[in-house]
């Protein structure tokens, strides 16, 4: 086997011309990104590209899923896990269209990925060619950046960029479609070379000395302060740097869906998680507060709820690396653009050293009138049926707070949300600005690729698990050892909730029939079972994660369980619903 240009010799700009194609140049494009996965399916106009990946086997791992939009989701759950960039391959036309659901997603969510489309030959571009689509034009929207190369001398510096662009400032998916006749041409390739630098792109604002002094000022002289942070503490890798600012302010901080696990959910100053159906102190006190700082989030309406009745009475301080999101939502008294590990560095040093106990002390006394009201009906159900909160309430039990858990959409994922324990970050992967159904089982593979020393548990609903459920094949042919959980309530649980709820148990739609789902397992080669008795979850879940390779496990659970607390559409946070 010839082998790969990239590994003669290092510093691969330094190596001597060689006629290459299009193709390889795309494979040794990866390795030199230090890429080792992929996540793909292939299709006529990529077909160059896995010819010459046959040569690249002991190099790169490529694992073939059954549909596309399970590479994407695959490919996030890889990125999410391991802050690496996810990569993609896909066919032109249906195979780069059903991208798309996944390119929204990792917008939404920030989430670097590097897509790379086949195209048909740059002759027929234009012409209705088979399977052809202006995919360029498609993803505009859904992509962070996106170009076409139609030729391959353009190959090694485009994907270049693509790494550069997805992985720097606020991260995002990128895709690079390559024509047929790209991928074909010979030309002499003298070697690959990082991008870091673009002269029209400025992935990081610079930090203002004058607003981190601002800054500073108000939180010293607050009484109230209330800390809110995002994924953008994980994204930016500045988990201690946040934990370093709380803990020397003393300030209490709750977290976003997506923030889930950038601070261990044990931390005395942490308050639970915000939103629609977050904790209930949280979203009170938000309303309460004389400053709020929110860090790496962007004020989604999920959070915020109603906006002029969104922290009205509070300076606002917003730490962003994405100037766009400042003021966009939320009015701003101080914006602190910039990477948030650099900017909390300079913040921590210019705040006083302090306390807040009497303030923390009533994001305490809220915290047990939920206790009261809320968890402890769901954690410990005095009913016959079980309830998806001692559902994870055992599997905190057992993983210790260290397993990174998937969810997929609907009311098992606010409910995994608002139960887990994590200690570790990059525990918590959702889908949480897009709500992809569908999500969950190959975010989950992807997972376990980019964590394969970790427990990757998938928590699921009846509902979006049969979405994606194909990619069951993918865990039967490659082995990713996910434990996949199914809380089966035989409704789509979160719409019927809602028409419980807004539309006089009109339940139009939402009541759902699944296949065995451990005949279906078994007909994947995986071990699975059933339950539907308290007594037995210990022992199933014990079994589950006991398992060396991949397991099903079904638990029935209350059919129409709610989840609360619950902030209504068009109510402000301090109006909160308990029940």
């Not at 202006?134 to 960029?161: F, G, H, L």
């Not at 490659?478 to 649980?493: D, M, R, S, T, W």
Request: neutral net charge; aromatic residues 8%; hydrophobic residues 40%.
């Amino acid at each position: 086997m010839e082998k790969p240009v990239a590994q003669e010799k290092k510093g691969f700009q330094k190596i001597k011309k060689k006629q290459v194609s299009g193709s390889k140049v795309v494979l040794e494009a990866l390795l030199s990104e230090e890429v080792h996965t992929i996540f793909g399916y292939p299709g006529g106009a990529i077909m160059p590209i896995y010819d010459a990946l046959y040569d690249f086997d002991q190099y790169l791992k490529h694992i073939l899923v059954r549909h596309e939009q399970g590479a994407i989701h695959a490919a996030q759950g890889f990125a999410r896990s391991s802050g690496k960039t996810g990569v993609v391959f896909a066919t032109s036309g249906p195979g780069a269209t059903n991208l798309v659901t996944g390119l929204a997603d990792a917008m939404i969510d920030s989430t670097p990925l590097v897509c790379i489309t086949g195209q048909v030959y740059a002759s027929l571009l234009g012409t209705d060619a088979f399977q052809e689509t202006d995919i360029v034009n498609i993803t505009s929207p859904v992509t962070k950046w996106n170009y076409q190369i139609t030729d391959a001398e353009e190959i090694a510096e485009v994907i270049a960029r693509a790494f550069y662009i997805a992985n720097t400032g606020r991260k995002g998916p990128v895709l690079v479609d390559i024509t047929k006749n790209a991928q074909l041409q010979l030309f002499d390739f003298s070697g690959y070379t990082r991008c870091h630098h673009i002269r029209s792109y400025r992935p990081e604002p610079e930090i203002r000395k004058e607003y981190i002094d601002q800054a500073a000022k108000l939180i010293n002289r607050a009484k109230k302060p209330f800390a809110l942070f995002g994924q953008g503490v994980i994204l930016g890798k500045a988990e201690k740097e946040l934990k370093d600012f709380l803990e020397k302010t003393g300030i209490p901080a709750a977290a976003t869906v997506m923030g889930l696990s950038a601070l261990e959910t044990h931390h005395p100053l942490y308050v639970g998680m915000l939103g629609m159906h977050g904790n209930y102190a949280p979203n009170i006190m938000t309303n309460e507060c004389d400053v709020l700082i929110a860090i790496g989030m962007r004020f989604d309406d999920r959070v915020t709820g109603r906006l002029d009745k969104y922290a009205k009475q509070a300076k606002v301080i917003h730490l962003d690396i994405d100037p766009s999101e400042v003021d966009k939502n939320v009015k701003t008294t101080v914006p602190v653009w910039g990477d948030c590990k650099k900017s909390l560095i300079l913040l921590t040093d210019k705040v006083n050293k302090s306390s807040h106990k009497t303030w923390l002390e009533k994001f305490r006394n809220l915290e047990k009138e939920e206790i009261k009201e809320v968890i402890e009906g769901e954690l410990n159900p005095k009913g016959e049926v079980m309830s998806m909160g001692e559902v994870i309430k055992v599997l905190n039990e057992l993983t210790k707070g260290d397993a990174i858990i998937v969810t997929d959409v609907g009311q098992h994922q606010m409910v995994a949300c608002r139960y887990a324990k994590f200690n570790h970050s990059k525990s918590n992967i959702t889908s949480g600005g897009l709500g992809t159904m569908g999500f969950g089982l190959p975010a989950a593979i992807g997972a376990w690729y980019g964590a394969p020393e970790r427990t990757v548990v998938a928590v699921v609903g009846d509902g979006g698990f049969q979405m994606t459920l194909q990619e069951l094949g993918t865990i039967m042919q490659f082995g990713a050892k996910v434990k996949i959980l199914i809380l089966n309530n035989e409704f789509l649980g979160m719409v019927r909730q809602w028409q419980q709820l807004f539309h006089d148990r009109r339940y139009s739609s939402v009541a759902i029939t699944s296949p065995d789902f451990l005949a279906l397992a078994k007909a994947y080669g995986i071990a699975s079972q059933s339950i539907s008795k308290r007594e037995d979850l210990f022992s199933a879940l014990k079994v589950m994660l006991d398992h060396e390779g991949s397991y099903l496990l079904e638990v029935m659970v209350g059919k129409e369980n709610n989840v609360f607390p619950m902030v209504t559409q068009g109510s402000s946070v301090s109006e909160i619903r308990l029940k």
